[in-house]
């Protein structure tokens, strides 16, 4: 079964409008964390955001936040006002385990594009 | 400068032939791990290493092989690349892996083809 998943292949998006990027996960782990990386086009994988499993407030970064909601399993990335740099590639991962046998699990990834 | 370096950025290379991708952080992290990405299939794990001396496998770990004899350095070998190797391959570090959201520092990422 998929840990991490990411069912918008892609999204299209005005600039200066708020976009959602959805992410649902799987785990039995209690203690976990929640990344969202951008992928431009040049390659390089960029961290933008972290939520830890036991934190009680949902993480925020400049535009970017991460609408947690724990029930559900959800880790949504919210981007606010949109930026033609924005568009990209999207992934969210999850880090689980402990005690030597962390890892990074990642989703497929989503693509992103702004509109100007 | 906090950085994660990997060599070469491109490599075509055919099968059968021994092939290194070096990855060096100078961060003094103790994590590092290696990753392929492939369209549709995003990033999966292939080896991963918590300190000097210790590495254990991912997700998808045959046909790699890795080391990690200095903290800086943790090299990906594939003793026989086939062409289902060719990907983009991705060396990463972080601090403490578990409880603080270490962020991971990505390479700049290695484009292999395999022919």
């Known amino acids: 079964a998929q840990k991490i998943t990411q069912t918008q292949p892609g999204m299209f998006v005005q600039e200066k409008e708020a976009v959602t990027l959805d992410c649902t996960y799987d785990?039995?782990?209690?203690?976990?964390?929640l990344f969202w990386y951008k992928q431009p086009s040049s390659g390089e994988m960029i961290f933008l955001i972290y939520?830890?499993?036991?934190?009680?407030q949902n993480a925020t970064e400049g535009r970017y936040s991460l609408n947690f909601q724990k029930a559900r399993k959800s880790a949504n990335l919210v981007i606010s006002a949109s930026q033609l740099g924005d568009s990209a590639m999207y992934f969210c991962?999850?880090?689980?385990?402990?005690?030597?046998?962390?890892?990074?699990?990642f989703g497929k990834g989503m693509k992103l594009t702004v509109n100007p | 400068e906090a950085q994660v370096t990997q060599n070469p950025r491109y490599l075509i290379t055919v099968t059968g032939k021994k092939l290194t991708v070096t990855c060096s952080q100078n961060?003094?992290?103790?994590?590092m791990s290696w990753y392929r990405q492939d369209p549709g299939l995003g990033l999966r794990q292939i080896y991963y290493?918590?300190?000097?001396?210790?590495?254990d496998k991912g997700d998808v770990p045959e046909g790699y092989k890795v080391s990690r004899k200095e903290k800086r350095n943790f090299p990906l070998i594939l003793e026989s690349p086939s062409p289902n190797q060719t990907s983009l391959y991705f060396c990463?570090?972080?601090?403490?892996?578990?409880?603080?959201?270490?962020?991971?520092?990505f390479g700049q990422g290695t484009r292999l083809t395999v022919v």
């Open positions: 991962a999850m880090r689980e385990g402990q005690g030597g046998s962390e890892k990074l699990v």
């Open positions: 961060m003094n992290h103790e994590y």
């Open positions: 990463a570090s972080s601090d403490d892996p578990i409880f603080y959201g270490a962020e991971a520092f």
């Open positions: 939520q830890g499993s036991y934190d009680q």
């Open positions: 785990t039995s782990d209690p203690s976990y964390g």
């Open positions: 290493s918590m300190n000097v001396e210790v590495t």
